[in-house]
């Protein structure tokens, strides 16, 4: 039994779906293709690790490192990206670039998301906050880390497939919530780390509330046709603030009633 936390005016309900989690590709639709690893994969996998680790060589300065955490490129090595995308788009699954999953949402490419789990600096048994679940994909990547996600996204039947797929591939260690990812998830707060897959033009005063003392932000910041900035936020020990701009990005802007809010 699979459940779905889902909010709406009277608080939070829970839609629970009874029977087996597992979904092959036409039950979804032309959903995901489910199945860890499948080996002949394992070369475009390692392709892709190589890939990665160029551009973050290419990128060395405004990273600050010239090297990620092991455990980053370990855990997108380990997650079956194939299983995240359309089943049409398969083969296109271990290239290091987006892929649309319908609804005018992408999954990102893989080296941002490696450079954003490894800016966020969390580990087994850290706790991190997702703005924007989408395909699920990210949420996955900091699993294999050993990480507690919270996830929330917007859109109901994108929350619905991704939980299901995150529970057929066995990562337990995700929640999944419908609802306003800029409200954040204030009950399991404060969060090691707070990450978004979604660009707003400034960063959502809730997750700065909700970052705990010593805890990264991650997050793509721009909106108005204006370019957008990898942005990350340090919350030291005693509240104050470390804002870096890391690097020019390109998301899907964060949607919802609380976004112009501020």
Do not use: C, V
């Given at each position: 039994m699979l459940s779905i936390l889902m909010r709406n005016g009277f608080g939070t309900l829970a839609a629970t779906y009874r029977g087996p989690v597992l979904l092959s590709a036409d039950q979804t639709d032309g959903g995901p293709g489910l199945g860890r690893s499948e080996p002949d994969e394992s070369a475009e996998r390692d392709a892709l690790i190589r890939e990665i680790e160029r551009g973050v060589f290419e990128t060395q300065f405004a990273l600050g490192t010239d090297h990620l955490d092991p455990a980053v490129l370990a855990a997108v090595r380990a997650v079956p990206r194939h299983a995240f995308v359309p089943s049409e788009l398969r083969q296109q699954a271990y290239r290091d670039h987006p892929l649309p999953i319908g609804g005018g949402q992408t999954i990102s490419q893989p080296y941002i998301v490696a450079i954003m789990s490894h800016l966020l600096g969390v580990g087994p048994g850290d706790r991190v906050f997702e703005l924007g679940t989408g395909s699920g994909y990210q949420a996955a990547v900091l699993a294999e880390m050993g990480v507690e996600v919270y996830t929330v996204e917007i859109v109901p039947e994108h929350a619905e497939r991704s939980a299901r797929l995150l529970a057929e591939l066995g990562y337990e260690r995700v929640q999944v919530r419908v609802d306003d990812g800029y409200l954040g998830w204030p009950?399991?707060?404060?969060?090691?780390?707070?990450?978004?897959?979604?660009?707003a033009d400034h960063i959502p005063r809730p997750l700065i509330d909700q970052l705990a003392a010593g805890g990264r932000l991650v997050m793509p910041v721009g909106g108005?046709?204006?370019?957008?900035?990898?942005?990350?936020?340090?919350?030291?020990?005693?509240?104050?603030?470390?804002?870096r701009t890391i690097l020019p990005v390109r998301f899907v802007p964060v949607t919802g009633e609380y976004v112009h809010s501020e």
């Open positions: 009950e399991a707060a404060p969060f090691a780390g707070i990450i978004a897959t979604a660009a108005d046709g204006r370019i957008q900035q990898l942005t990350l936020i340090e919350k030291l020990p005693d509240g104050d603030l470390h804002q």
